[in-house]
């Protein structure tokens, strides 16, 4: 009897630790590079205040154009790169067809009636070719602009 019951307990081990294990493995995946960014950078609405606004698709080439309310009035540039780092990630592990991707950071702005308009302030580059080479278990992702391409500040 201990034997049977020792077998099925590790029977229901070995269970539960392939269903864990496959779920690590195999990232939800999307159908379209479109469906990749949105899913995993978000959409931006009135009730949320960052998101995808605009996908653009040049040859092989995605214009991102994302709203990003910053987190803190430390710096933006932080905010960037903990928000992007997150959603750069996904993407690339949910649709194949994604290589490289142009991000248009928008902030917002208040004018002296409260009304709030958004202004492109930065742009970068990322590719799959650098999203292989982070280590992400280690990467701080506070300085994801350090190492994107062709960064330029915006007015």
Same mark, same amino acid.
């Given at each position: 009897? !201990?034997?049977?019951?020792?077998?099925?307990?590790?029977?229901?081990?070995?269970?539960?630790?392939? &269903?864990?294990?496959?779920?690590?493995? $195999?990232? +939800?995946?999307?159908?379209?590079?479109?469906? &990749?960014?949105?899913?995993?950078?978000?959409? =931006?609405? !009135?009730? *949320?205040?960052?998101?995808?606004?605009? @996908?653009?698709?040049? +040859?092989?080439?995605?214009?991102?154009?994302?709203?990003?309310?910053?987190?803190?009035?430390? /710096?933006?540039?932080?905010?960037?790169?903990? @928000? @992007?780092?997150?959603?750069?990630?996904?993407?690339?592990?949910? %649709? $194949?067809?994604?290589?490289?991707? /142009?991000?248009? @950071?928008?902030?917002?702005?208040?004018?002296?009636?409260? %009304?709030?308009?958004?202004?492109?302030?930065?742009?970068?580059?990322?590719? *799959?070719?650098?999203?292989?080479?982070? $280590?992400?278990?280690?990467?701080?992702? *506070?300085?994801?602009? !350090?190492?994107? =391409?062709?960064?330029?500040?915006? $007015?």
């Amino acid at each position: 009897m !201990k034997k049977l019951l020792g077998i099925i307990l590790v029977g229901l081990l070995i269970i539960g630790l392939t &269903a864990c294990g496959s779920n690590n493995k $195999n990232a +939800q995946q999307y159908s379209t590079p479109e469906e &990749a960014i949105e899913n995993s950078l978000g959409l =931006y609405g !009135k009730d *949320r205040g960052i998101g995808v606004v605009n @996908i653009k698709q040049n +040859q092989s080439k995605y214009i991102v154009t994302y709203n990003l309310q910053p987190t803190s009035q430390k /710096n933006f540039l932080i905010d960037v790169g903990l @928000i @992007i780092s997150e959603g750069m990630k996904k993407i690339y592990k949910s %649709n $194949n067809k994604v290589d490289y991707i /142009n991000f248009i @950071i928008n902030e917002p702005f208040k004018d002296d009636y409260g %009304n709030v308009t958004w202004k492109s302030v930065l742009s970068f580059g990322v590719d *799959r070719n650098l999203y292989n080479k982070i $280590n992400w278990d280690n990467f701080d992702k *506070r300085y994801l602009l !350090k190492v994107v =391409y062709d960064i330029k500040t915006l $007015n």
